[in-house]
């Protein structure tokens, strides 16, 4: 291996990111399509996440289990067609064991009875999130050559369950879980081997070759590194351990960003902006709309000073005040409450274009 390891031999794309401001540290062919596997999964419990904060689901709700989503293979609960399998449950088997059967059963459940629609609902969210290559066909990452995603993506869906749903954050850090008298170990091998993990999600298929998100917190900050296409699972992890510690090094030395690009691209392939674009002061102004019972979400803080630094940061940018409001697992949202549906959207996009981070509630 080299100093930068040996990309294309022991691995595809990577990168590690601080999730807190959502800066790309260390990128490494971050724009280049691959076959996302079972980070797939991120978006699936996204979605399910979504169900549980507006009310479509609790988590002690239970999901029947259809035919199709029994016959999914090879990685399984092994449900049985007609049985029900309990909301947290279901959240579990996708975070811990990557349950292909119970992905399928969330998808079916959510939308209509089908996998397809629910598929189509990922990749409108995904784009809707600020994925710009990603598309979804099933909610499992079971083998289709037009489900495709990006490290950058991959990384930008990961942020946005941090930062939207920060209550749900504890599964993706679960070691071992037990249903119907068998454990299920967590293939996130860092969980155990790296101080501060506390997640996130494992991927593998013959074509997409072996990834990993992994999370780790060292005192305030928490960063996120994503391996796509490691030739195999010791190589996935040691790759990811080396993003997080030069992430973290470079994070208390204050380094500047770095990208490395060694991917050839076809000339009609969209060119990958790493430059963080110029951040234009507008004024956001919601004359003539009507108030309503929507809002817009800038994110969730571990501190206090966090939610306040966004807070003055959306001031000063969208001129607009927002709230700062405590979330279930002691974090802090940064919210603008009270819109009209329209109001929302607008915001939500001048806050798009202006680089920021947002999602719209009800």
């Known amino acids: 291996m080299t100093s930068e390891m040996a990309i294309g031999a022991q691995y595809k794309a990577a990168l590690v990111a601080d999730m807190d401001t959502g800066q790309v540290l260390y990128q490494e062919n971050s724009n280049q399509l691959n076959y996302p596997a079972s980070l797939t999964k991120i978006m699936t419990l996204y979605l399910t996440f979504d169900a549980l904060e507006h009310g479509r689901l609790h988590l002690d709700d239970y999901l029947i289990v259809s035919q199709s989503a029994a016959n999914a293979s090879p990685v399984k609960l092994g449900l049985s067609a007609g049985s029900k399998i309990k909301v947290e449950d279901a959240i579990k088997a996708l975070a811990v064991h990557s349950a292909n059967d119970v992905a399928r059963v969330l998808a079916e459940n959510l939308k209509g009875g089908k996998e397809g629609n629910f598929a189509s609902l990922m990749t409108n969210v995904a784009t809707q999130i600020g994925l710009s290559r990603t598309n979804f066909e099933n909610s499992s990452g079971l083998p289709d050559d037009d489900q495709l995603s990006t490290a950058r993506d991959i990384a930008l869906l990961s942020m946005a369950v941090y930062k939207h749903f920060p209550q749900y954050w504890k599964y993706f850090g679960i070691k071992s879980w037990s249903y119907n ?22 991927g593998f298929t013959s074509k997409s070759k072996y990834s990993l998100v992994a ?17 195999n699972k010791d190589v996935r992890a040691a790759v990811s351990i080396k993003m997080l510690d030069k992430g973290f090094s470079m994070v208390k030395i204050g380094a500047a960003p770095v990208v490395v690009q060694t991917a050839s691209y076809d000339e009609d392939e969209e060119e990958f902006v790493t430059q963080t674009p110029a951040i234009v002061q ?13 809002g817009v979400q800038f994110g969730a803080f571990a501190s206090r000073s966090g939610a306040q630094s966004q807070q003055a940061r959306i001031k000063g940018i969208l001129g607009i005040s927002t709230n700062i409001e405590p979330a279930p697992n002691g974090m802090f949202r940064v919210r603008a409450n009270g819109l009209s549906d329209t109001a929302a959207g607008k915001l939500k996009s001048d806050a798009a274009s202006a680089g920021i981070d947002s999602y719209i509630f009800h």
């Not at 008298?181 to 494992?202: H, Q």
């Not at 999370?215 to 030739?231: F, H, I, P």
């Open 181 to 202: 008298g068998k454990t299920y170990n967590n293939g996130n091998r860092l969980l155990e081997s790296y101080p501060g993990c506390d997640g996130m999600k494992t």
């Open 215 to 231: 999370t780790a917190k060292r005192g305030n900050k928490r960063l996120m590194s994503v391996v796509l296409g490691a030739s």
């Open 282 to 294: 507008k004024t956001w102004v919601a004359s003539g709309v009507k108030y309503g019972n929507s």
